[in-house]
């Protein structure tokens, strides 16, 4: 079964923290993604990595850098972060074969809280 | 710019009522097309995807989807509701080159469905 997985549901953090949130897959997917999710505006694209040590910015990367030194796992880092990355974040990931007829697969998410 | 637009941003149906859910897009080629779910506390699930020939689509749970060119519209339909159908639903567009293929999402409808 497909499965996609991040480090935490819920997290608190204080201003000016560095935080790191974890994604792992386990279906030997090349494309990984991050996402954040706001009230009224869906999903934004953070950042995208379409293979092991490959990264591309999204529409929203300020504030925000990733690392994906293992092909399962995508990592996102607030360097210092602010009470504006409150937010949900999601995980997906994606088979590059079969080019875009592959559907992303999605983590449960990871609700942060930035006090 | 590819944009995908949801007007709805609420919709309430009694269970047993039929449900349509609008989508429209913007793209200049050839559009592919997904409808993804979120339940509560939930990760994304993909319902079904458009990109050629029959422009009905049929997807899991009873759901369906009809690609309107003309219309620019990708609208999710159900003839029976479930009281287990109300969550989140986003419409989406694929964007870019197979190694680095992207989604845009709209920015969701939450379905309440009434007892």
């Known amino acids: 079964d497909v499965k996609v997985t991040q480090s935490s549901r819920y997290l608190v953090k204080r201003t000016g923290e560095k935080v790191f949130l974890e994604c792992v897959q386990d279906?030997?997917?090349?494309?990984m993604f991050w996402y954040r999710q706001d009230p009224g505006l869906g999903l934004r694209l953070i950042y995208f990595?379409?293979?092991?040590?490959?990264?591309e910015k999204g529409d929203i990367p300020e504030g925000y850098s990733v690392s994906r030194e293992k092909k399962e796992r995508f990592s996102l880092i607030l360097e210092s972060a602010s009470t504006n990355q409150t937010s949900m974040y999601l995980c997906?990931?994606?088979?590059?074969?079969?080019?875009?007829?592959?559907?992303?697969?999605f983590g449960p998410g990871t609700r942060l809280t930035v006090l | 710019a590819q944009s995908v637009t949801q007007p709805d941003i609420h919709i309430t149906v009694s269970e047993g009522a039929s449900l349509e859910l609008r989508c429209n897009y913007s793209?200049?080629?050839?559009?592919?097309l997904f409808w993804y779910v979120q339940s509560p506390g939930q990760g994304l699930q993909l319902l079904l995807k458009?990109?050629?020939?029959?422009?009905l689509v049929q997807g899991i749970k009873g759901f369906e989807a009809e690609f309107k060119r003309s219309q620019s519209s990708f609208n999710l339909r159900k003839p029976s509701v479930h009281w287990s159908d109300a969550a989140e639903y986003f419409c989406?567009?694929?964007?870019?080159?197979?190694?680095?293929?992207?989604?845009?999402f709209g920015s969701g409808t939450r379905l309440l469905v009434r007892p």
């Open positions: 997906a990931s994606r088979r590059l074969a079969g080019g875009a007829y592959n559907e992303q697969f």
């Open positions: 279906m030997d997917h090349e494309n």
């Open positions: 990595s379409y293979d092991v040590k490959m990264k």
């Open positions: 793209y200049g080629a050839t559009p592919y």
């Open positions: 458009y990109f050629s020939g029959d422009t």
């Open positions: 989406a567009v694929g964007d870019g080159r197979d190694s680095s293929y992207k989604l845009i």
